[in-house]
C-alpha cells in the first residue's frame, strides 16, 4: 500500500513543519486548533443542581453508564491513532494533525472522568 498512498511513503528528509506542503492537512490541522478547550473551562455549578434536582434515578444511571464509556473509549481511539495513524504517516503536517486530535481525545476523556467524579 505504500507504493500507491503518499502519505505513507517514508520521507527521512522533513521533519520541520515549514514550509508547508500538504495545504488541505494543515487547513484541518488548524481548524482543529481553533476549537480548543479545556476540561478547567466548564462550570458544573449549575450541572449539579440539575443532576439532583431535575433527573429521576433512571435517568442518572443512563448518563453515568454512557460517560463511562466514553471515559474509556477515548483511551481506545488514542492508541489507535496512536499504533495506526502518527507512527504510519509521513506528511509532517498529518503528523501536527493526529497529535493534536490524540490531545483533543485526552481532554474528552479527562472530561468524562470530572464527570463521573462530580455527580
Known amino acids: 500500500m505504500t507504493q500507491t498512498e503518499p502519505i505513507l511513503q517514508e520521507n527521512k528528509d522533513r521533519f520541520v513543519i515549514f514550509p508547508i506542503k500538504h495545504h488541505d492537512i494543515w487547513e484541518w490541522y488548524k481548524k482543529q486548533e481553533a476549537c480548543f478547550w479545556t476540561a478547567e473551562e466548564i462550570d458544573l455549578h449549575q450541572d449539579l443542581t440539575d443532576w439532583s434536582t431535575k433527573l429521576n434515578d433512571d435517568e442518572r444511571y443512563f448518563i453515568k453508564h454512557i460517560l463511562a464509556f466514553f471515559a474509556a473509549s477515548d483511551g481506545i ?28 481525545e485526552n481532554i474528552h476523556s479527562e472530561t468524562y472522568s470530572l464527570l463521573i467524579d462530580t455527580y
Open 77 to 104: 481511539v488514542n492508541e489507535n491513532l496512536a499504533e495506526n495513524f502518527v507512527s504510519e504517516v509521513q506528511f509532517t503536517e498529518a503528523k501536527f494533525f493526529y497529535g493534536f486530535q490524540i490531545m483533543m
